[in-house]
């Protein structure tokens, strides 16, 4: 349970067991990392905390405040309404956690957040501690019952991950698994976007085919997500570009086509859906989900900078192969990157299973999710509209 502004706060302590020089060396280390270096909302928030705790502000490391001072909230704002600290804390103690995970890492200086404060810790690597006089026996001992009730708590946690990777009531696993019968998966993708030509091009074409720099770090991560998933379930993917795969290769078994209008399969094999996609071409492009039996719904992200953008999932046999795929289409890269955290994170197809009816695991589906996007960063999907059949 995370504290609030009113709630009791656990004992604070204001001087780290290790130099300020080293804690800053480490928490460098940390944000380079895949973990953190392509968000900047859990940067922003570990450095800052970490910052006031080496300057002896700790005081002032509570929900309220941390939402004015890192994520530029109004001193009044809701933190029932608006939890952006509290979900922000649970996703970096997540990540740290895996980060400390990896061997290579093991030897190193440890930032830790501990659940129900804002005031990180940090601890020297068990074997680099010095030597305790013997008068130190009985609080080294508590000391070491603490380390090693983590260790096995996560090492149960991990367990647990692994029974529900492989667990048939798994709802995620449940969800993957008419794809998860032939390895390499392969996933049918066009990474290449298009961007303006400078002014000075004389090619009639206004685009070039390029990659968007900031594109890029969203498709890596959205490629991070995707191995992590199938290895988990010992399988590999490979991938195709969407102009080069046959369809005599489609037929051969089942796959995945990422993205929307960057991708002319995916338009193509969701045509016939009732959630599909659609370029409006008026002053400005827009790019649409589209509701084919209510012509009212439909879900909007125009060119150019957008506050929300939204993504279309579908698992259904492709119409002109009759292949099991998979669609994972956002209008843009970062709705793409939220609908791939919605298909490689339990949680969120858990919360699916749990407001649909029974027997979706043996027939197609479709899900139209939405994600809010603040500086480039996006956020939880949600699911606004869904279909079984």
């Given at each position: 349970?995370?504290?609030?502004?009113n709630s009791r706060q656990?004992?604070?302590?204001?001087?780290?067991?290790?130099?300020?020089?080293?804690?800053?060396?480490?928490?460098?280390?940390?944000?380079a990392?895949?973990?953190?270096?392509?968000?900047?909302?859990?940067?922003a928030?570990?450095?800052?905390?970490?910052?006031?705790?080496?300057?002896?502000g700790v005081?002032?490391?509570?929900?309220?405040?941390?939402?004015?001072?890192v994520f530029?909230?109004?001193?009044?704002?809701?933190?029932?309404?608006?939890?952006v600290?509290?979900?922000?804390?649970?996703?970096i103690?997540?990540?740290?956690?895996?980060?400390y995970?990896?061997?290579?890492?093991?030897?190193?200086?440890?930032?830790?957040?501990?659940v129900?404060?804002?005031v990180?810790?940090?601890?020297?690597?068990?074997?680099?501690?010095?030597e305790?006089?013997?008068?130190?026996?009985?609080?080294?001992?508590?000391r070491?019952w603490?380390?090693w009730?983590?260790v096995?708590?996560l090492?149960?946690a991990?367990l647990?991950?692994?029974?529900?990777?492989?667990?048939d009531?798994?709802?995620?696993?449940?969800?993957w698994k008419?794809?998860?019968?032939?390895s390499?998966v392969?996933?049918?993708v066009?990474?290449?976007?298009g961007?303006?030509?400078?002014?000075?091009?004389?090619?009639?074409?206004?685009?070039?085919?390029l990659i968007?720099?900031?594109s890029f770090?969203?498709?890596?991560?959205?490629?991070?997500?995707m191995?992590?998933?199938f290895?988990?379930?010992?399988?590999?993917?490979?991938?195709?570009?969407?102009?080069?795969?046959?369809?005599?290769?489609?037929?051969?078994?089942?796959f995945?086509?990422?993205?929307?209008?960057?991708?002319?399969?995916?338009?193509q094999?969701?045509?016939?859906f009732?959630?599909?996609l659609k370029?409006?071409?008026?002053q400005?492009?827009?790019?649409?989900?589209?509701?084919?039996?209510?012509?009212?719904?439909?879900?909007?992200?125009?060119?150019?900078?957008?506050?929300?953008?939204?993504?279309l999932?579908?698992?259904?046999?492709?119409?002109?192969t009759?292949?099991m795929?998979?669609?994972?289409?956002?209008?843009?890269?970062?709705?793409?990157a939220?609908a791939t955290?919605f298909?490689?994170?339990p949680k969120?197809?858990?919360?699916?299973?749990?407001?649909?009816?029974?027997?979706?695991?043996?027939?197609?589906?479709?899900?139209?999710?939405?994600?809010d996007?603040?500086?480039?960063?996006w956020?939880?999907?949600?699911?606004?509209?869904?279909?079984?059949?």
């Amino acid at each position: 349970m995370l504290f609030s502004d009113n709630s009791r706060q656990p004992e604070q302590k204001s001087a780290p067991a290790v130099d300020s020089d080293s804690i800053r060396a480490q928490l460098k280390r940390v944000l380079a990392s895949e973990l953190f270096q392509h968000s900047r909302r859990y940067p922003a928030l570990l450095r800052h905390v970490v910052e006031r705790t080496l300057d002896g502000g700790v005081v002032g490391l509570k929900e309220r405040t941390l939402g004015i001072a890192v994520f530029k909230r109004n001193p009044e704002y809701d933190t029932s309404a608006d939890p952006v600290v509290r979900t922000t804390a649970s996703e970096i103690r997540r990540r740290l956690e895996v980060y400390y995970s990896v061997p290579s890492h093991a030897g190193e200086l440890r930032i830790t957040l501990p659940v129900g404060a804002y005031v990180p810790e940090f601890h020297l690597p068990i074997e680099n501690r010095p030597e305790l006089p013997s008068h130190s026996f009985r609080i080294t001992r508590i000391r070491h019952w603490r380390v090693w009730a983590v260790v096995a708590a996560l090492l149960v946690a991990g367990l647990g991950v692994t029974i529900r990777v492989y667990s048939d009531g798994n709802a995620l696993y449940e969800f993957w698994k008419p794809v998860l019968n032939a390895s390499p998966v392969l996933v049918v993708v066009e990474t290449w976007v298009g961007v303006p030509k400078p002014p000075s091009s004389q090619d009639s074409s206004p685009f070039q085919e390029l990659i968007d720099p900031k594109s890029f770090l969203v498709l890596n991560d959205i490629n991070s997500k995707m191995a992590a998933y199938f290895s988990s379930n010992r399988l590999t993917l490979e991938y195709e570009l969407a102009r080069d795969v046959t369809l005599a290769k489609l037929r051969t078994r089942p796959f995945i086509l990422r993205g929307a209008f960057n991708n002319p399969l995916t338009r193509q094999a969701v045509s016939s859906f009732r959630y599909s996609l659609k370029m409006e071409r008026g002053q400005s492009l827009i790019r649409e989900i589209v509701d084919r039996q209510d012509r009212s719904k439909h879900w909007d992200a125009p060119m150019g900078e957008i506050s929300r953008d939204y993504a279309l999932v579908a698992r259904a046999p492709e119409p002109q192969t009759g292949q099991m795929m998979v669609v994972i289409a956002g209008l843009g890269e970062r709705g793409t990157a939220a609908a791939t955290e919605f298909l490689t994170n339990p949680k969120y197809m858990e919360r699916f299973a749990a407001q649909t009816q029974g027997g979706w695991k043996r027939r197609n589906i479709e899900i139209v999710l939405e994600t809010d996007l603040v500086k480039g960063d996006w956020g939880e999907p949600r699911i606004v509209a869904k279909q079984v059949w």
